[in-house]
């Protein structure tokens, strides 16, 4: 479906005001609404400069003596579990056929790279199958998501905004991982994970580009990407004063 251009009433009729004949005006200005094309490329340049305050939070200060690889990888199984529960409850909720099968295949996605993970922690020496992500609950970004139920709200912060969030975050990690010298994790990050994160990043432009062509779906859509950039914010501001583990990848 190619992008339509829309026009929309933003002001009231005269008449009201001026005793002006309904016959006269009948509207008296109309505003010129973006193009799901023109939002995305708007809504994406808005979510760059959080990004990148994200990624020098991410990347702020010396990193203490005990954040390990190890640890990080951690934290990384409940990013990832969260990012597959999460589409995996949308994908049955979302009537948009297109749309579901893209929460599919990213339900997919996140559990691949979960298990991935586990074997790289397995290889570092760690009993993976005896962590459970679950323990201490779901983070607050997650609570936020599952409670979306509009599908451009769903793909402005579930995909275009968090899978950005996990793009910059996995950076810093791969830059961490290689700093360590452990270029296996790095490599897992670069070579498999990013590819994927980038994917599901493309798809929520694609379908900015074919849901968010109203100003009132547009708004809809800010309103949940910026939410969704404060509450990954809040987390890691968080992590970074409590523990020290803003290096964490995303999901
Ligand atoms: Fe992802
Ligand atoms: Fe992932």
Redesign the pocket.
């Known amino acids: 479906m190619a992008p339509t251009r829309g026009w929309s009433i933003t002001g009231a009729s005269l008449e009201a005001l001026l005793c002006i004949p309904r016959n006269v005006f009948a509207i008296i200005w109309a505003v010129e609404v973006m193009t799901g094309e023109e939002f995305a490329i708007s809504l994406g340049d808005e979510n760059r400069a959080a990004l990148e305050r994200l990624g020098r939070l991410s990347a702020a200060g010396e990193a203490p003596q005990e954040l390990t690889i190890e640890r990080l990888l951690r934290i990384a199984l409940k990013n990832?579990l969260e990012?597959s529960e999460v589409a995996a409850m949308w994908m049955s909720t979302t009537s948009e056929l297109d749309v579901k099968l893209a929460f599919a295949r990213?339900t997919g996605?996140?559990a691949k790279?979960y298990r991935l993970i586990a074997d790289r922690l397995k290889a570092l020496g760690v009993d993976a199958d005896r962590i459970d992500p679950r323990e201490g609950g779901y983070s607050p970004l997650f609570d936020y998501l599952r409670a979306l139920q509009s599908t451009t709200a769903r793909v402005a912060a579930g995909q275009f905004t968090?899978?950005g969030i996990?793009l910059v975050r996995n950076q810093c990690f791969i830059d961490f991982c290689e700093g360590l010298g452990d270029v296996e994790t790095a490599a897992l990050y670069r070579d498999v994970i990013q590819p994927?994160?980038r994917q599901?990043?493309e798809l929520g432009r694609r379908f900015l580009v074919l849901f968010a062509a109203t100003e009132n779906e547009q708004q809809v859509a800010r309103d949940a990407a910026r939410r969704t950039l404060e509450l990954a914010e809040e987390i890691q501001e968080v992590a970074r004063l409590k523990a020290g583990i803003s290096r964490a990848p995303?999901?």
Do not use: K, V
Request: proline content about 0%.
């Open positions: 990832e990012a990213q996605d996140e790279h968090r899978e996990a994927d994160e599901h990043h995303g999901c």
